[in-house]
């Protein structure tokens, strides 16, 4: 199994990026699939979620508005648009997969390596 982030950098404030993730090994199309990130010093939050068929999405109050996520299940790929970043973005941003969502998440859960996102001007 193997859940691969890619997109991260650097960007200014105000300024746009989109995360990938590209999965493989288990059956893609019948996970719900989330992003998560964390910042230095703070725990892991749960920034968004969309279920197996791409509906059912639900966002961090943090982020509504400014960042949406999709996946195109015949590419095996989960996306993150992130819009109008803020410095208090800035964090690794993770791809999460499970089978039943539950908080916290399952220790059997997939994740990925994680890619980095610093919002500064």
């Known amino acids: 199994v193997q859940l691969v982030e890619s997109g991260g950098g650097l960007v200014q404030p105000g300024g746009s990026l989109r995360l990938s993730c590209t999965a493989s090994?288990?059956?893609?199309?019948?996970?719900?699939m989330s992003w998560y990130r964390q910042a230095p010093g703070k725990e892991r939050e749960l920034v968004a979620s969309?279920?197996?068929?791409?509906?059912?999405?639900k966002y961090a109050d943090s982020v509504k508005v400014r960042f949406t996520i999709s996946r195109d299940n015949a590419k095996n790929t989960l996306y993150l648009q992130m819009n109008s970043l803020k410095p208090e973005d800035t964090a690794m941003y993770y791809c999460?997969?499970?089978?039943?969502?539950?908080?916290?998440?399952?220790?059997?859960?997939?994740w990925g390596q994680g890619t980095q996102v610093t919002v500064s001007s």
């Open positions: 090994g288990f059956s893609f199309s019948t996970y719900h």
């Open positions: 999460h997969a499970t089978l039943i969502p539950t908080v916290p998440p399952d220790p059997e859960d997939y």
């Open positions: 969309i279920g197996s068929a791409g509906g059912n999405t």
